[in-house]
Structures are given as structure tokens and as C-alpha cells.
């Protein structure tokens, strides 16, 4: 594997946005540093930033380790990767919106309609169902991963109910009560306008049937979800109602939420639960945390869900190395941010090249999500190499695979001190009748030394991420 | 506000004052206990877990109600709802459900009072040592008091949160007047002697009120003052009419804000005229275990009907 890239510099060249950052490690005091980690720390348990984690052992409410070196990118590089990200949104929604319309690029071709049609994330209910605006992945997270100065890959696409986006804010938060003086010496472009930006973003896709100021409610499965603290969060900070199934109830085809002074209509629901616990009466019939008749509801244009049902179409891995067809098929450009170089286990040539390269490839389940269910291959045994090997030729179409990216990489406190630890970014992308980015998103960082894997339910911590002008 | 957010403060305000009415119950339990600890047959543990209204779940257990018994029940046992741990854990419970309608201060108050009392260590809670817990306790919830009086914005969460410390409360002040009912006197003891005396002394210390008794009656301890001071005088803020009065204002100013009046602001006025209007020796008279027994049942019905009507 290639030596990754380190995003401050190597070989003593430090890159000029991260000089600021270079001098303050150098001339602070370890003791310093370790007092405002026990300070970050202190910070986020009391605010009660947490994140649950089923093993069943432990403490059931952990933080997300928190890094207080931030990752710094310039505005030429963030320039860039913002034009890129609103490409990439726009192609995504307008092909659920073809997957539920015309289905145009199915029929010239340009993907095999079962890859589609018969794929678990498409819903047959909402096939000629409008949706305001034509939106359909209101909020969108974008992973992307860099591996040179120049080179950002997207890493897949979240096109459901990406969460995150609390940490991004909490970090920063944290950030400016702990290093106040950086902040004073880099001009860092703010973020703290997120959630207003989403409230617009949900008001702007109100449904045509809304009169007056529509309503919106943010709809969460409840405390036990492991982004609770989230959705508590977002809903506090734009002033809305957080719901539970329980809260709701459809009457005449219109959505309410009960409350002390009666039922109380609500326009638009964001809703951070899947679409299979909606509606018991389209989806699963025995989700306790749905609400009877809500579809009815949405197909009358009464109520606008965001992210719309069905989204997750675009999400899908397989469905991700289309994404660049889509963008010169739907906007007729060419795509800014690549994909990572994809090998599509159902084609049999590729899939022949997938066994054969085991050892150099990182092979996906296309409905695996948080590093679950995947192979690294330069890492995995001979035995798991041939057991994955027969697990391809039974069902490659559930696979696809990569070749291992070297991550780019940013200095992280560790044990020993100071080292570069593997990072990837996740961009939040509001999609209403515009589409709005705050700069930066969430830096995830894998913690343990040469780990690749950044989720934060195997071990991965986050960064503050700055975009300087 | 959502129903379910305004049930939740409600049930967590009811919560906190739970847990420090407990740890006032067996407050008076420990000092009348200690009043006569060779009398053989004595019996201040049974009669606390009556007032409690947990006896059944007690003996469910336990053959007797020794002291180590009825205090590990009653602070720290998971099987009964109502145990001091028990109540902490739901009052934490439903904060985290209703994180954005709480002030930072009291999540804080909640959260840290639950993160200590999960590392509590077994000789805490020993007989000898416990009344250092229920100090503890009765600071937590004071502290969550404070939080709600000197934070919350005064909008309808406030007013439902109000509600739940003082319809828990007035339940709570009956149930401990109600305790010297059920704990017998020693044989040779006869009633307005010593040991009835001394029982009655223990109430009033266990509400914090004995120098609020001496300040209003400038007199000796006697029984029916104590039981006026307790159910009939306003000025107490553990006092039955307190808490309805409370009560009475916290109805008052949601039926102010939604424009409507309902049959739990009906039920609050009646029982807050009768005890207006009531004189302690025709409590007395009529038994004051029959009317502190009334006043529960009513009270009961009374937050029956404020969850009927605003809470599901």
C-alpha cells in the first residue's frame, strides 16, 4: 500500500492552512493539552452528548471519543468539493425522482431495470407519487475519503437519514470554549447556521395542501436510539416538537400530534426512523413506532416526510457506481467527485477479477452499513479469503468490491503523543428548493494505529473540521 | 406542548418529590424507632411500609419487617416502583425522554443525582449508616426544586412540572401524618403520654417543621396542633392546604393560557374549600385517619383527571 497522504505535511513541509495549527502543537505544554482533553471530556459528558452502543457489557452510554486537533481544510479545497457535493446531490434526487416517474434511465439503458426494480430499497408505493418540489433526499450525507492533495473519492452516498451532523456542531462548540485563541488567530468559517438552514430547508418542501406556516416535527423511534441525543439535539435547536409514533395520529387524511390543548396538524416530518416503521398499514404491520395511515396522508399531498419514503434507492452500493452515469445522464455534466474504482460483483467479468484479487480488495455487502459485513482483504487470512471466495460465487450480487484506498491522514492525540491516524469526512447536504452546505461536516478519525475503519461503533472518534479563508 | 411531553415533566417532577418523601418516611421511621428499641413487638417498620402503601409488595418478599429489610425495600429495591433508586431511575428516565423541554440545570440535577446513586456502596445503605443517604436524597430533590423554580421559563411545562412535585406532595404529607395512626403505642404508654408525644414530635421533625410548630404556636407539642400545622395551615409548605393551593394556581394559570376550565379544575377548588373551611377538632372527631384516608383517595382522583385530561 502507498504511504498515506498527511494532510499537515510531511517530510517537515508543513502545508500553509495547517501552519497555524503546527505552531500551536509545538508551542503548547503536554500538560496543557492533557488538561483540556479531561476538559473536553467533562464538557460533553455533562452536556450528555452520548452515543449508545448494543454490546450488551460496559457502559451503555459512551462518548464518541473526541479529538481536539482540528482538521483544516483551505477554501480552494473546499470550493471544489462543495461544487462536487451539489453536483452529486442534485443527480441523486433527480434519479429517485426518474425511479419513481418516467424511469427514463432505465430505459436508455443505462442501468438493468432489476437492478432496480427488484432492489430492497425501492418502494413500489411510491411509484407516481409526487413529492414537493421534487425532493427527495432533503438531507444527505456524502462520505469521502482522500487520498492525495488533489483527489477526493465519495465514498457512498446516505441518502436515508444520515445522522452526525449534532457531533459536527458539538465538536465545534466545544472547540471555540476550549481554544478560544485559535480561533482568534484562523478566520474559520462558521457552521453553527445548520439547523437553521434545515428548518428552512423543511419549511421550503411544505405539501401543497399546508395553510399558513407549516408545522414541522421531527419524528425519532424514541430514548433508546443510539441517535437520540441527536434528535433531541436538532429538535431543540430548531424550536420544533420531537415526536414518537405514539404522538401522532392520522385523521381524514391529515396528519396531528397530540398535545395538551388537543391535536395539533403537522406539515412536514422529518423523520429519522426507516421507512419500513412508517405505516404499520403499508410496511411492516408489526412496528409499534408507526403511524396508521400516514402514507394515506402523504399520497394526498396533506404532509411532506423528509427524507421522502423510498430514498433509500440511491444509498444502495450497487446502485452507487452509477452515481457518475447519473450526473452526465440527468445534468449533462461531467462528474467533479469520482467514485472509488468500483468492481460490480454481479458482472461476471468483474466478478472473475474480484476472486482472483482477493488479497488486494476490500469486498462490500451492498446492504452493509457501520463496517459490518465487509472483507479486507490484505488483512484477512487465507481461510476467510476462500470462504468469502465461495460467498461470491453463490451470491455476487450482493457484493462489490475496492481496491483499498491509502486514507488520507491528520495528527491525533494517542497514547503515545502526537501521530497521523487515518481520517474520512462526511459533508451534511440540505436539499429544499436550493441546495445549502455548511462548510466542513464531520471528520471521523480511526483511532487504533493503520485502522482504516472510522465508525464510532468500532472505535472511530471525531474531529473538529475547519474550512479557512 | 405534546402530551407525552407534558406527562413526562409531570411524572418526573412526581418522581424526585417521591424519592425525597421516602427518604422522609423513613426518616420518622428511624427516630421512632429509636424512641423504644427494647419494646418488644414494636412495630414502626410494618406500619411505615402501610403508609407507604407498599406493604404488599413487602411481604410478597419478606416473612418480617426487620429494619435492614424494610430499608433496603424501600431504598434500593428494583422490585418495588416506588424504592428510592427505583424513583431516581425513572425520574432520569423520563428527563432523557424530554431532554428539550428540561433547563440544562435540571437535566444536571437529574443526571448527576442518578450518576452518583449508581455507585452508591452497600454501606450506605447499612441501618446504622442511612440516614446519610436520606440526607443526600432530600438535598437532590431540593436541588431539582431550585432548579425548576429559578430556570423554567413559566409556560405550560413549568405549570405541569409544578403540578407533579405537589400532587406527589400532598399525597405524601397524609401518608406520614397517617403513620402515627397506624404505629401502636406501647402498652404501659397511654395516648398524650410520653411515647405519643415523642411520635408526634418525629413527624413534625421528619417534615422539617419543628421550629415552624414553635413559631406558630409558641406552645408545647400537642397532637391536634400538630396535625392543624400539618393539614390546615397555608403557611406550611408541606401542609395539605399548601399543596392544594399550589395546586389550585397551577390549574388556575393553564386554564388562563388554553382558554378552558375542566373537571380537575372543579375537583381542586372542592377539596381546596373543604380544608379551608374544616376546624381540626371536627377532623378529629370524625377520625383523622378516616378524613387522611379521604383526602388520599380524593387526591388520587384528582391527578386521574389532570392525566385524563392533558397528559394521554
Known sequence: ?469 | MLSRTAENLYWLARYVERAENMARLLDVTIRMAGLFPHQAGSNEWHSTLIAAGCANGFYAKHEDATPAAVIHYMTRDPDNSSSILSCLETARRNSRAVRTALTADMWEAVNSTWLEARVLQEAEFATESVHRFLDWVKERSRLFDGAVVGTMLRNDACWFTRLGTFIERADSTARLIDVKYHVLLPEYESVGGAADYHQWAAILRSVSALRAYHWVYRDRIKPWLIAELLILRPETPRSLIACLGEIMLNLDLLAQNYGRRNECHRLAGQMHAKLRFERIDQIFQGGLHEFLTGFINANIELGNEISRQYLS
Open chain 1, 1 to 469: 500500500m502507498p504511504e498515506a497522504f498527511n494532510e499537515m505535511g510531511a517530510d517537515g513541509r508543513v502545508r500553509p492552512h495547517f501552519a497555524g495549527i503546527r505552531s500551536w502543537l509545538a508551542a503548547t505544554p503536554n500538560e496543557v493539552f492533557a488538561l483540556k482533553r479531561r476538559e473536553a471530556e467533562h464538557i460533553f459528558r455533562r452536556t450528555g452528548i452520548t452515543f449508545a452502543v448494543y454490546t450488551g457489557e460496559g457502559d451503555p452510554e459512551r462518548l464518541i471519543p473526541f479529538d481536539i486537533i482540528p482538521r483544516v481544510l483551505d477554501a480552494r479545497e473546499w470550493a471544489f468539493v462543495e461544487r462536487g457535493l451539489r453536483q452529486r446531490v442534485l443527480a441523486l434526487n433527480a434519479f429517485i425522482a426518474d425511479v419513481y416517474g418516467a424511469q427514463e434511465f432505465i430505459r436508455a439503458g443505462k442501468i438493468p431495470p432489476e437492478r432496480v426494480l427488484c432492489n430492497s430499497g425501492f418502494v413500489v408505493d411510491m411509484v407516481g407519487l409526487k413529492v414537493p418540489a421534487g425532493v427527495y433526499t432533503h438531507v444527505a450525507g456524502i462520505d469521502l475519503v482522500r487520498v492525495d492533495a488533489e483527489t477526493f473519492y465519495v465514498l457512498e452516498d446516505n441518502c436515508r437519514t444520515p445522522s452526525g451532523v449534532s457531533y459536527m456542531l458539538e465538536d465545534r462548540e466545544a472547540m471555540m470554549r476550549l481554544f478560544p485563541e485559535l480561533f482568534a488567530a484562523h478566520r474559520v468559517r462558521p457552521i453553527a447556521h445548520y439547523t437553521d438552514d434545515l428548518l428552512e430547508t423543511l419549511r421550503s418542501v411544505a405539501p401543497p395542501n399546508c395553510e399558513g406556516e407549516p408545522v414541522v416535527a421531527l419524528l425519532t423511534p424514541g430514548a433508546y436510539n443510539s441517535a437520540y441525543y441527536e434528535h433531541s439535539f436538532l429538535a431543540d435547536e430548531m424550536g420544533i416538537e420531537l415526536v414518537e409514533g405514539p404522538d401522532l395520529v392520522v385523521q381524514d387524511l391529515r396528519l396531528y400530534m397530540r398535545t395538551t390543548q388537543g391535536l395539533q396538524k403537522v406539515d412536514v416530518l422529518y423523520r429519522r426512523i426507516d421507512d419500513s416503521f412508517l405505516d404499520p398499514l403499508v410496511f411492516r404491520p408489526d412496528s409499534l413506532v408507526g403511524i396508521p395511515g400516514l402514507i394515506a396522508a402523504y399520497r394526498a399531498g396533506n404532509v411532506t416526510i423528509a427524507n421522502a419514503v423510498g430514498a433509500g434507492i440511491a444509498d444502495d452500493k450497487a446502485i452507487y457506481t452509477y452515481v457518475p452515469e447519473m450526473i452526465r445522464f440527468f445534468l449533462g455534466e461531467e462528474p467533479l467527485l469520482q467514485n472509488v474504482p468500483t468492481w460490480r460483483c454481479c458482472e461476471a467479468e468483474d466478478c472473475a477479477y474480484v476472486i482472483d484479487h482477493l488479497h488486494e480488495l476490500v469486498v462490500k455487502d451492498v446492504h452493509g452499513s457501520g463496517g459490518y459485513g465487509m472483507l479486507v482483504g490484505p488483512h484477512a487470512s487465507k481461510a476467510e479469503r476462500a470462504d468469502f471466495a465461495e460467498r461470491l460465487k453463490a451470491t455476487p450480487d450482493r457484493y462489490i468490491a475496492q481496491p483499498t484506498l491509502a486514507l488520507s491522514t491528520c495528527p491525533t492525540f494517542v497514547d503515545s503523543g502526537i501521530a497521523p491516524r487515518h481520517v474520512d469526512l462526511r459533508p451534511f447536504v440540505l436539499v429544499g428548493r436550493e441546495v445549502r452546505i455548511v462548510p466542513g461536516g464531520l471528520t471521523r478519525v480511526a483511532l487504533r494505529e493503520g485502522s482504516l475503519v472510522v465508525n464510532s461503533s468500532q472505535g472511530g472518534g471525531t474531529k473538529d473540521t475547519w474550512v479557512v479563508d
